[in-house]
């Protein structure tokens, strides 16, 4: 896009933006806005305008710019992102990083990975991407649309993937999910309670089966309980609600998983957890 039309677009969105956002989140949602927007019809300054004029009236209303772009960033990749999935975190991209460095400690073969819960697929595909002793990858969730999403953020990945729309919750249902070295999971982690003070952009947007789970440690106990049956030598890797994370230690020390560690994130909060299997 020319730079005349770039500073146009940028100045007609921090204007449209008044009222709503304060002059530098206006900007900086407009700077991310036109770094990320693929127009549908680039080549007519009228197709610009009229697609920015509807985009406008969705941020107006705290429409997430992620989705009103199709896109995240995470992990320094750009991910497919739609209302079907949770906008990738950054938290999430430090347990990327974590996984990563434990498992290049612990493991050197050929790895069978599987993400409970993969949304967009942006934990597991990351994590797979850039791990290379990982050489298949599961990739589980519960929604069909999310699960479009992920696909398509796979693309025409070198990885050996498998998409699996199975509620995991359901235990009958775990016949079949066997073989993993490797048990990443961002599960839903919100309690209902906290839906009060939660933003806007995030309650009214964002998909409630990928925020809350009752009571909030109910994947935990899932997942350890998944994990302890294996046979094999396992190492998960899960994000956590940090409100409840002494009842997330407890639940996987009872599961008798080894090697048990709690994560800060970078703001300081117990943030993830991790524990091997033997
Ligand atoms: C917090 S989101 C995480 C998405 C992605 N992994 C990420 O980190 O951005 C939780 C995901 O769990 C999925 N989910 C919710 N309930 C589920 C269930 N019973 N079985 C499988 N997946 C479920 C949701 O559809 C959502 O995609």
Redesign the pocket.
């Known amino acids: 896009m020319v730079s005349g039309l770039k500073h146009k677009l940028f100045k007609k969105i921090v204007s449209g933006l008044e009222g709503v956002y304060d002059t530098r989140e206006a900007e900086n949602i407009a700077r991310y806005y036109l770094e990320d927007k693929t127009f549908e019809n680039p080549d007519t300054a009228e197709g610009i305008m009229d697609e920015l004029a509807m985009d406008i009236i969705d941020l107006r209303k705290k429409k997430p710019f992620q989705y009103v772009v199709g896109k995240a960033y995470?992990y320094d990749q750009l991910y497919h992102v739609n209302e079907n999935?949770?906008?990738?975190?950054p938290e999430?991209e430090e347990l990327v990083y974590i996984s990563n460095k434990m498992i290049g400690q612990q493991m050197t073969d050929k790895l069978n990975a599987l993400?409970?819960?993969?949304?967009?697929?942006?934990?597991?595909l990351s994590l797979a991407r850039s791990c290379k002793v990982i050489k298949k990858l599961d990739l589980?969730?519960?929604?069909a649309s999310?699960l479009e999403v992920a696909k398509k953020n796979a693309g025409s990945t070198e990885l050996d993937c498998e998409f699996l729309q199975?509620?995991?919750?359901?235990e009958e249902n775990w016949e079949g999910l066997s073989g993993y070295d490797v048990i990443l999971?961002?599960?839903?982690?919100i309690d209902t309670s906290e839906a009060k003070t939660m933003e806007s952009n995030v309650l009214d947007y964002e998909?409630h089966?990928?925020?809350f789970?009752e009571p909030p440690t109910l994947?935990y106990e899932k997942i350890a309980k998944f994990s302890a049956l294996s046979d094999r030598k396992i190492f998960v890797a899960v994000?956590c609600n940090p409100i409840f994370i002494e009842k997330v230690v407890s639940i996987f020390e009872a599961s008798e998983a080894k090697n048990i560690i709690v994560h800060k994130d970078l703001q300081g909060k117990d943030r993830h957890l991790t524990c091997n299997y033997s």
């Open positions: 995470f999935v949770l906008i990738p975190r999430t993400d409970i819960g993969c949304g967009s697929g942006c934990l597991g589980l969730d519960i929604s999310a199975i509620d995991f919750l359901n999971s961002n599960p839903p982690y998909p089966v990928a925020l789970a994947f994000e």
